[in-house]
C-alpha cells in the first residue's frame, strides 16, 4: 500500500463561485515519489480535523498566500499581503494534530513558514522592505528556472539529498523565517542569509524548504529525492 499523504486545499474567493483549489505541482510530486496523496477540504469542524488526521501516513503543506501576523505575535506591516485566517487556522490545526500522532510533515515555502509559526517562531513579513539589502527571492518570469545559489550544512538531511553543499534554486517568495521556532535547526541559506531549509531536530519527521521542487522533479534528481525521502519516512 502506498502511504496516504494529506494536503491541505484551500478556498479560492477570486471567481463568483468559491472553489477549492491547489496547484497540480504539489500531488503530482507525490504521486512522483511513490505516495498517495488525499486533498483535505478546508474548514474548521474538529471532529473531522481528527478523523482526516487518522487517515494520513504523512501531510504535506504546500506553498501558498502570506501567514497573518497575528500568528505571531506582530502587527501586519507594510509589503505583508492578503492573508486568509481560515487558511492559517486549518493549517496550523492540521499540523498540531499530526504532530501529536508522530506523523511525518514536509513543507514548502508558505509550508515551511508555517511549521515555523507553529513552534513560536516569526516571520519577515516583507524582505525587500525589512531587509532591502537582501537578494530578489521574488523570481521573475518562468518559476521552473533556477534563481540563485543556496549553501547546505554539512551532515544535514540537505546535504545527504543533495549531494553536497552547494545548489542552486527556484525562486518565488517575498517572505522568510525570522526568529526560528523551538525543535528546529537551519540545513540551507542564501548568500544573503535568508533560511532556505530546515528540519526539526527531535521528534517526527519534519522537513521543509522555502523554494519550489514541486515544479522542478521531472527534471532534477534532488528536487525529487526531497518529496522521495518524504514519503519513505512515511511508509516506515
Not at 478523523?51 to 504546500?62: A, E, H, K, V, Y
Not at 501567514?67 to 486568509?84: L, N, T, V
Not at 526531497?226 to 519516512?233: G, T
Request: aromatic content about 8%.
Amino acid at each position: 500500500m502506498k502511504p496516504v499523504i494529506g494536503i491541505p486545499t484551500f478556498v479560492d474567493e477570486a471567481e463568483k463561485y468559491n472553489k477549492c483549489s491547489l496547484y497540480e505541482d504539489y500531488p503530482n510530486a507525490i504521486v512522483a515519489a511513490g505516495g498517495l496523496p488525499l486533498l483535505l477540504h478546508q474548514h474548521d469542524c474538529e471532529e473531522n480535523l481528527l478523523q482526516m488526521i487518522r487517515l494520513l501516513d504523512g501531510l504535506f503543506i504546500p506553498g501558498g498566500a502570506d501567514i497573518h501576523p497575528s500568528f505571531y505575535g506582530q502587527e501586519p506591516a507594510r509589503g505583508c499581503s492578503a492573508c486568509s485566517m481560515a487558511r492559517d487556522v486549518f493549517e496550523l490545526a492540521l499540523v498540531s494534530l499530526a504532530r501529536e500522532r508522530g506523523l511525518p510533515l514536509f513543507g514548502v515555502c508558505r509550508g515551511m513558514q508555517l511549521f515555523n509559526v507553529a513552534l513560536g517562531g516569526t516571520l519577515y513579513q516583507d524582505l525587500p522592505t525589512e531587509l532591502p539589502e537582501s537578494l530578489a527571492h521574488w523570481q521573475p518570469g518562468e518559476p521552473y528556472d533556477l534563481h540563485h545559489g543556496i549553501s547546505i550544512e554539512p551532515g544535514s538531511r540537505m546535504e545527504r539529498l543533495f549531494g553536497g553543499e552547494k545548489s542552486l534554486v527556484n525562486s518565488t517568495h517575498h517572505q522568510a523565517i525570522k526568529a526560528l521556532g523551538q525543535g528546529l535547526r537551519v540545513t540551507a541559506r542564501a548568500a544573503d542569509g535568508v533560511i532556505e531549509a530546515i528540519e526539526g531536530t527531535q521528534g517526527a519527521y519534519l522537513h521543509a524548504v522555502q523554494f519550489h521542487p514541486e515544479r522542478r522533479v521531472s527534471r532534477d534528481g534532488a528536487c525529487l529525492a526531497l518529496f522521495e525521502d518524504f514519503v519513505h519516512a512515511c511508509q516506515s
